[in-house]
């Protein structure tokens, strides 16, 4: 019987452990083994050992700085995913004492040499109320006592996983409670492995039982890498009612499993049952007299399919599907979103009758659709190439500085800095030419350029001025190009005057123009990236290069590629618009549609049929004209005091570092293109999230603080490739700070400060 | 479509909320728990372009707009506050949390804070501190023992170990 000051128990001394000691997991092994099933050997280390390592290396003041930060309601799925790596890094950067590193080495030793798998079993975990399956890490094919180490911090540290924090309730997570011990099993490579549950998860009083099989390791068919066989049994007779091949590209599909192997484990699913007293839930290897069991728990219910977790969770794609994903998105799907694109945007809208608009119409509101549910379950999946690669990156480098491995991905050609170096090229024009920027300054300019028609009058003056013509290229260009996107329903390239404010601005700085486009984040080491990624290769290890070479490559393709599918996608939906603007103008000019105010895309259907209807009479749109402002505000309990008492002001705000740097300025918060036109050089820009369709006026700002949080999300990409400061994660900051109040942005440690530390009030009356 | 579903869907996407997490309390509240739970803050004077920091029991009134504590003539603060009446009152629950740094609070309190002299208005604010800390009844009546009354200008409250918030009571 193990004692509570325990670090190894043998794994077929496990049954008979407290679980708190050797968590649900392994005291089931340690059951199977002990009644004879076959179990791969192996030892638990147990959960004082965790709590050993904890106390020393002081994590637990880590874990809590990271969660403490803001109220977890409030931190996105992206937010978590950061800490989550940010406690990862701390635990495998932190040396596991002698007095447990030891006993483990000496338990390890005593194993049959071979490869062995490192598992999780924290307590709580397999209880028989809830299994939440794959919350925590595993590591298999670990060969030296060294990988053995680390694999034991990762699966320690896997009980902060991003997962595991997203079901922190259920799961009861507390830092001075929550406890893993970890299973270190030989590791059995059969060439068939799989699941079988008790019941059927999905309707448990069935008469059923599941069994799935896929050729070589359970763990593929786990992460959803391979598709399994399955069969449905009668639970009570062990018959077949039936079987479906798994979809793994293979011609005529022979079933993995012969009749006496389903039989083999129907019976074993039945008495593993009677032995642990629940219908269970079995990961196993090898058929026959070979069937050996990997893991037991109780089967338990698919989450509730409402469940928006399940989908963070399917954010995170196994290595095959991301190779899979990479080949597509890069080579089919992205070209296609451009060529469509594209195509609209060469059709001639103003010269189609009405029928011919209303079909141009549904076109465009059919392929936006479309693309936004593969922008959905594709490019957002797809996005995780990033994170996939970081984590690698820290597993094996472990860094210093969590975000290090940005350095690896920063400084491709991506649509938003071509546009902020064709915005530069603006500038230079209008600075080299006095009489240039002169014009800019006139009032018919300033004030009476508003839309694309009223910039053609006024520019027609630009070829009697010195350079004036090539100016007027190059800006129409520029508006084409790099502005045919949509901000709130309006299409940006009939705004010419928000770029002509940022020209103006740009080329009037004193000369200094715009801020290299070069990765503000790396600090100090000039070391290039060919020096960066050999340092990360050398730690990787020869064994693994070519696997960690694919990962840096789909990485830099999903950094890359997350940017630009999104103004393909503001492309897309910018020729939505114009075409929908134009049919709002038709309808309008027949007094079949009340004037003024913008149109949304959504009355896209309503404008077509209407079009399509010439005796249809008045049209009637759900919210004529009316746009919504976005904000993001969710109005919390310290949002709503905040309004009602004039006496509350925030001091001092906190959200995530994002891209160094300190700055002082003004507040200019953006809710509307109106706000574009407000920005001034050196503002500060306080936004909801900075999209992509208004990075352009990130190269004014001299720091950016949004609500939305994340390390990894565009605002903060962009912020650190314009080395711009950028503080993120602040709930309800648009609403809390004001245009022209003064804060210091501190990118360093993630504050934003607000307004200088007087004393004004304190000897008000005096002097 | 809305940019905001950029790598991950955000909040206004149906973010995962859980009913059951506690609703942070107003900073109202926060600041009066805090005065009323703590019994001691320190007292920070200066004089002589000297700063000067002093433990001392306090009790506020009800809309915190003024606090009351009390110290014999002979001290060094005594002294400090003669020469010059403002000053700042740090409060923090600490000792609850000693092992947990994101859950500690402090409230800043800056203001002036000046002797009350003989009469009802002493009677009153002793009282008032007497009934929060009785072990003092005697340390309060004694004829060396003065008793000061701060007039609150700004509370200044942090917690998460650096958020900051302010709130001006007389604003309200």
């Known amino acids: ?767 | 479509m809305s940019r905001d579903d950029e790598g991950a869907p955000g909040p206004n996407r149906s973010e995962p909320q859980e009913s059951g997490e506690s609703q942070d309390p107003s900073l109202v509240h926060r600041i009066r728990r805090l005065v009323t739970t703590q019994p001691y803050g320190v007292l920070a004077t200066h004089g002589g372009g000297q700063a000067y920091g002093s433990l001392v029991a306090f009790a506020f009134t009800e809309d915190l707009r003024e606090a009351f504590f009390a110290t014999p003539v002979a001290t060094r603060k005594y002294q400090l506050l003669s020469q010059n009446d403002r000053i700042a009152l740090v409060v923090d629950n600490r000792p609850e949390h000693a092992d947990r740094m994101m859950d500690v609070e402090a409230i800043t309190v800056t203001g002036r804070a000046r002797e009350v002299p003989h009469g009802p208005d002493r009677v009153r604010g002793a009282d008032r501190l007497v009934a929060r800390h009785p072990q003092l009844r005697s340390f309060v009546a004694a004829e060396s023992c003065a008793l000061f009354r701060i007039e609150v200008v700004r509370f200044l409250h942090v917690t998460r170990f650096q958020e900051v918030r302010q709130w001006l009571p007389g604003d309200s």
Request: hydrophobic residues 40%.
């Open chain 1, 1 to 767: 019987m193990a004692a509570g000051g325990q670090l190894i128990v043998p794994l077929g001394e496990a049954g008979d452990a407290p679980e708190d000691l050797v968590g649900g997991k392994a005291r089931g092994l340690g059951r199977l083994l002990a009644a004879g099933y076959q179990v791969p050997g192996g030892f638990c280390i147990a959960t004082g050992a965790y709590e050993r390592f904890i106390r020393e290396a002081g994590l637990g003041d880590a874990i809590q700085l990271e969660l403490g930060r803001k109220s977890f309601t409030e931190m996105r799925w992206e937010e978590i995913w950061d800490a989550a790596l940010r406690i990862r890094l701390a635990f495998l950067r932190s040396p596991i004492p002698p007095e447990l590193a030891d006993p483990i080495r000496q338990a390890h030793a005593h194993l049959p040499s071979g490869p062995v798998a490192v598992r999780s079993s924290a307590p709580g975990e397999d209880g028989i109320r809830g299994t939440f399956a794959g919350l925590h890490e595993s590591v298999t094919d670990v060969r030296d006592g060294r990988s053995l180490l680390n694999a034991v911090r990762v699966v320690w540290a896997s009980l902060w996983s991003d997962a595991a924090l997203l079901y922190r309730r259920e799961l009861g997570l507390d830092v001075d409670r929550s406890r893993m011990a970890v299973i270190v099993q030989e590791f059995v490579e059969k060439p068939v492995s799989g699941v079988a549950f008790g019941r059927d998860p999905r309707s448990p009083e069935e008469d059923r039982q599941i069994l799935e099989a896929v050729p070589g390791l359970c763990e593929d068919m786990v992460s959803g890498a391979v598709d399994p066989d399955r069969w449905t049994l009668e639970r009570s007779s062990g018959k077949v009612l039936h079987w479906r091949p798994g979809q793994r590209g293979q011609g005529d599909p022979e079933p993995l499993l012969v009749p006496e192997d389903v039989a083999s484990l129907h019976e074993t699913v039945l008495s593993v049952e009677t032995l642990l007293g629940y219908p269970p839930d079995i990961e196993w290897t090898g058929r026959g007299a070979e069937l050996t069991l990997l893991q037991a728990r109780p089967v338990t219910s698919p989450a509730k399919r409402d469940d928006e977790r399940r989908w963070y969770l399917s954010l995170r794609p196994g290595s095959g599907r991301l190779s899979d994903l990479a080949e597509r998105v890069a080579y089919e799907l992205i070209p296609a979103l451009e060529a469509e694109g594209k195509g609209f945007a060469a059709d001639e809208l103003r010269a189609m009758d009405d029928p011919e608009l209303a079909e141009a119409i549904l076109v465009r509101h059919e392929a936006h659709d479309r693309w936004k549910r593969i922008y959905r379950e594709e490019f957002i999946p797809f996005a995780h190439g990033v994170r996939r690669f970081g984590q690698y990156y820290n597993d094996a480098v472990r860094p210093t500085d969590p975000y290090e491995f940005v350095r690896l991905l920063e400084n491709q050609p991506m649509f938003a800095s071509l546009r902020n170096d064709a915005l530069a090229h603006l500038a230079e024009h209008v600075r080299r030419e006095p009489s240039l920027a002169g014009w800019l300054e006139r009032p018919e300019v300033v004030e009476g350029i508003t839309r694309r028609d009223s910039w053609k009058m006024v520019a027609a003056e630009l070829p009697g001025i010195p350079g004036g013509e090539a100016f007027r290229h190059a800006f129409e260009e520029f508006l084409d190009e790099h502005m045919n996107l949509t901000y709130q329903d309006e299409p940006l390239d009939d705004r010419p005057d928000l770029i002509l404010n940022i020209v103006r601005q740009l080329a009037t700085d004193g000369g200094e123009g715009l801020p290299p486009t070069r990765g503000g984040y790396a600090e100090g080491s000039g070391d290039d990236v060919q020096s960066r990624e050999e340092r990360f290769l050398t730690a990787v290890g020869p064994e693994r290069r070519e696997e960690a070479l694919e990962v840096l490559q789909i990485g830099r393709l999903s950094w890359r590629l997350r940017d630009d599918d999104n103004i393909l996608m503001g492309r897309l939906r910018n020729q939505l618009q114009h075409a929908v603007a134009l049919a709002a103008q038709r309808l309008e000019g027949a007094g079949r549609l009340p004037s003024g105010g913008r149109v949304k895309s959504s009355a896209a259907e309503t404008l077509a049929e209407a079009l399509r209807n010439p005796d249809g009479g008045p049209v009637r749109l759900e919210e004529p004209g009316k746009m919504a402002v976005s904000g993001g505000s969710r109005g919390s309990a310290e949002m709503s005091e905040h309004r009602e008492d004039p006496g509350i002001t925030p001091r001092q705000l906190v959200g995530q570092p994002a891209a160094r740097g300190l700055v002082t300025g003004k507040v200019r918060v953006i809710r509307s293109t109106e706000d574009f036109q407000a920005f001034r050089k050196d503002e500060i820009l306080v936004c909801d999230a900075i999209q992509p369709t208004m990075t352009h006026l990130v190269p004014l700002a001299s720091a950016i603080v949004e609500r939305r949080g994340g390390m990894l999300i565009h605002g903060a990409i962009i912020a650190r490739e314009l080395g711009v400061p950028c503080v993120n994660g602040l709930p309800n900051v648009t609403d809390l700070l004001q245009d022209g109040e003064l804060v210091t942005v501190d990118g360093h440690l993630g504050v934003v400060t607000v307004g200088p530390p007087e004393f004004d009030l304190e000897r008000k009356g005096e002097r």
